[in-house]
């Protein structure tokens, strides 16, 4: 793997510009010398600078990104494999999209202090673009893809892991292509699979992916960089399959409606409206209902006359 037979000639070809001073640094922080320096100049260049200057940077890292994603699913799978025997598959699923998600690799960038070697257009450098998650993310895999392309797997492989085992703990996030795996499998017998594609929209590039698991689609996500739009794809997906319990979504709770006490009921009025000579219609006429009658007085109850009381013999009725 890595560079086939017949591309070294090509790859010396390729050589005729020595790498700038910045990008001499770069490759003793990776630990790799380039044969071919063009390789990792493209895994830094954003779309942004290589359309403001291409005369410097002619072809940005977008394919090296792609490449490198590809290449980190194969070396993260052999890793696990191997140093997990008994691990099922659910589990290596989860366990490989920790190592693989945007904040994971946007922290291996953050160890090569990634983000000042990019070449990035004005507007995205002055707006932050050196520290942003998603982008350092993507140039990471860029430049995976570019060490595989330029020393072979191996040197990718070992690339990748001596950053990531030098993390004091591993980022996490919500893991929805991982839960998605599971319910895929379990209901529909699949793994599925992602759809994704960028298009510029003003002075950004956005992202939107489709997951299947079969012909139909299950859900679509849109995001800044091709890992959040299928991240957001599978936690559509799920939220359709299962409802909010897999997607961490609380419902939220009730607010409970004040009780007003009511107002005592009055005495309604009735209406009767009558035409008027010419037509119109007439006003109202309100009669009021009378006035409940008073109540009279309670009369006095009876005196009570005591009588002696007497013994009453068998059979005699009582009073």
Do not use: C
Not at 56 to 72: C, I, Q
Not at 114 to 124: A, C, P, R
Request: aromatic share 6%; charged share 25%.
């Amino acid at each position: 793997m890595g560079v086939h037979p017949g591309e070294g000639r090509l790859i010396a070809q390729s050589q005729a510009t020595p790498p700038a001073p910045s990008l001499q640094q770069l490759q003793q922080k990776i630990g790799i010398h380039f044969r071919d320096p063009g390789l990792l100049l493209e895994a830094v260049t954003h779309s942004s600078f290589a359309n403001e200057s291409p005369h410097v940077s002619p072809r940005d890292n977008e394919r090296l990104e792609y490449l490198g994603d590809a290449v980190l699913q194969l070396i993260t799978a052999e890793y696990l494999y191997k140093h997990h025997p008994g691990a099922a598959e659910g589990e290596l699923t989860q366990t490989r999209s920790a190592m693989v998600n945007t904040n994971t690799l946007a922290q291996l960038a953050e160890q090569l202090e990634l983000g000042s070697y990019l070449y990035l257009g004005k507007g995205i450098a002055k707006g932050g673009g050196r520290s942003l998650k998603s982008l350092l993310a993507n140039a990471f895999e860029a430049v995976l893809g570019a060490v595989f392309l330029d020393a072979g797997y191996d040197a990718a492989y070992h690339y990748y892991l001596n950053r990531y085992r030098a993390l004091e703990s591993p980022a996490k996030d919500e893991n929805f292509k991982g839960r998605l795996q599971q319910v895929a499998q379990e209901r529909f017998g699949a793994t599925p699979f992602y759809d994704s594609e960028g298009a510029k929209v003003g002075t950004h590039r956005e992202y939107t992916s489709v997951v299947f698991a079969g012909a139909d689609p299950l859900g679509t996500g849109h995001g800044a960089s091709k890992q959040e739009a299928e991240q957001d794809a599978a936690r559509a997906a799920l939220q359709s399959l299962v409802g909010s319990s897999e997607t961490g979504q609380a419902k939220p709770p009730k607010t409970p409606r004040p009780r007003t006490r009511r107002a005592p009921r009055t005495p309604r009025a009735t209406a009767r409206a009558e035409p008027e000579p010419d037509g119109s219609p007439a006003m109202a006429e309100v009669i009021q209902l009378p006035e409940p009658a008073a109540q009279p007085e309670p009369e006095p109850e009876p005196e009570v006359v005591h009588r002696e009381p007497r013994s009453r013999q068998f059979g005699e009725p009582l009073e």
